[in-house]
């Protein structure tokens, strides 16, 4: 794939994603979302300075030790760019490198948002998992994986109707990831999801 193609697909995805998130009323939270990967994205600066405006670059750093260097870049480019930035599951790191906000796995999901962040998203896969999301009153939910994916933690899809079940019933913003690229999130639309999430749709922008 050529890079212009690339970029008119990252522009693709991007537009579906906006139109999710208004159809839904949740303006107030990002549509789109790049979840970083050691294995997958092992120079994430470079790829969030060419992302979209107002992409969400969700920091997965799973205790590296250049963890605090390469968040403090990511927060210098979100800034530079117009992006958000949130830590994964690491709120002192993320105070320290004033990033909007913190992106909890689902097994570390707090009970309440603890409002010191401008945004709290977590991951969930199940429709248990996304009401303690509405319970704890979290700003939006990643929910996966919709279609198949390659991540290594990816469980078995949930399908598309499946998922739009779960994400109408919640309260909370759902956004849609795993597997979920240009082509294909427009199946997304008209079904109760605020936003995408991606990975390999982004990494090559």
Known sequence: ???????????VLAATAAR?????????????????????TPNPVAIAGRLPRKTAVVYRHFGADDRARVARKLSAVCRLRGLYLLIGADPELATA??????????RMMPSARSNVFRLESTAVHDAGAVLRANAAKLDACVLSPIF???????????????????ARASAVPVIALGGVNASNATRLIGRGFAGVAAVDALIEV
């Open 97 to 106: 490198c004033d990033a909007d906000g913190v992106h909890w796995p689902e």
């Open 148 to 166: 198949p994916s390659r991540s290594a933690s990816a469980q078995r899809e949930l399908g598309v109707f499946r998922a739009s079940q779960i």
């Open 1 to 11: 794939m050529s890079e212009g193609t690339l970029m008119r697909s990252v522009q």
């Open 20 to 40: 999710l998130n208004r159809d839904a009323g949740a303006i107030s939270i990002p549509a789109l979302y790049f979840f970083t990967d050691p294995e997958r």
